[in-house]
């Protein structure tokens, strides 16, 4: 029979990364913690862990497992934190996913504060691009640049974000200033491409109608500084969010295009399962990356 106790201890493992570690902080043997973990595998008649002498990984049923059980331990906690009252002080672990232009602008630095102001929260940041699946990769909260379609998550909007198309005052000395969108069909254009999919159509608005424009160039990548940096070495002309290429276009690197056409905006939203009711300190966390984001809210639009 599959003992409570032994999934609990397998989140803690997959969380810590080590049974070394998870063995410390419980204060048990590494040799109780291996043979509970194979005890678990055994009960369920999967492999849950990749073993080698460096690191711990996930099967697919690991990765399955972990996800649920997570959710299942942070539920049992939040139970017993309102009937002890330790929920009234503000500790515990939060996992976070973020994409890489809010984590750099802004978000690193506020972790830290709020680590600062909290010292019995720990925040685990990963900094990704990758579309990540909050339930099954046991991530606590999302902070996600997008028109949000899932209903199986709960968002809260932090802060609009523009994008605008730009490009180098040399490249327009070389090649012509767009004045229309049509125009830049025959401009060499840097395209982003998400997950491996285009877009090479840029939305504008063009008498008050949605118009797609098909774009051409020679550099597609899924990097958004990767495409600041091509505009700045006067290679073409991109289309970005306004906060990304904020302090260039104040120093005159970059020059912002189409300003009465372009018609891009996508909400930066704190996402988290429904299944993950919040607890005071996940708010607080959104709270605080909200101050952070309107702190700065002229770099967005």
């Not at 909290?118 to 997008?146: C, K, M, W």
């Amino acid at each position: 029979m599959v003992k409570s106790d032994d999934i609990f201890l397998f989140v803690n493992v997959v969380d810590e990364g080590s049974f070394s570690k998870v063995a410390e902080k419980l204060e048990l043997t590494n040799s109780v913690v291996s043979k509970r973990i194979g005890r678990l595998e055994k009960e369920l008649n999967v492999q849950l862990l990749y073993r080698t002498t460096r690191k711990l990984s996930l099967t697919d049923a690991g990765q399955a497992l972990y996800g649920k059980a997570r959710l299942a331990k942070l539920a049992l906690q939040d139970a017993q934190d309102a009937v002890t009252g330790y929920a009234n002080e503000i500790r515990g672990t939060i996992k976070v996913t973020a994409p890489s232009v809010s984590a750099q602008l802004l978000l690193n630095h506020a972790v830290a504060t709020f680590c600062q102001q909290y010292p019995g929260v720990q925040v685990e940041l990963s900094v990704s691009n990758h579309f990540v699946d909050l339930i099954d990769d046991g991530y606590d909260l999302a902070i996600r640049t997008a028109h949000l379609e899932d209903s199986s998550l709960i968002a809260r909007r932090l802060i609009d974000s523009q994008w605008i198309v730009c490009a180098s005052p040399e490249y327009l000395r070389l090649n012509g200033t767009p004045k229309f969108p049509i125009d830049l069909q025959s401009k060499h254009c840097l395209i982003y491409k998400y997950e491996g999919i285009g877009s090479d159509l840029w939305q504008f608005k063009v008498d008050g109608e949605q118009e797609n424009i098909q774009v051409y160039g020679r550099f597609h990548t899924n990097n958004l500084d990767a495409l600041r940096q091509a505009a700045l070495a006067d290679f073409g002309i991109a289309y970005l969010p306004r906060a990304l290429v904020h302090e260039e276009l104040l120093a005159g690197k970059l020059v912002s295009l189409l300003e009465d056409y372009a018609d891009k905006n996508l909400g930066i939203y704190a996402v988290y399962p429904r299944t993950r009711q919040p607890d005071r300190k996940l708010k607080l966390l959104v709270e605080h990356f909200r101050t952070a984001y309107q702190s700065k809210k002229e770099y967005f639009y």
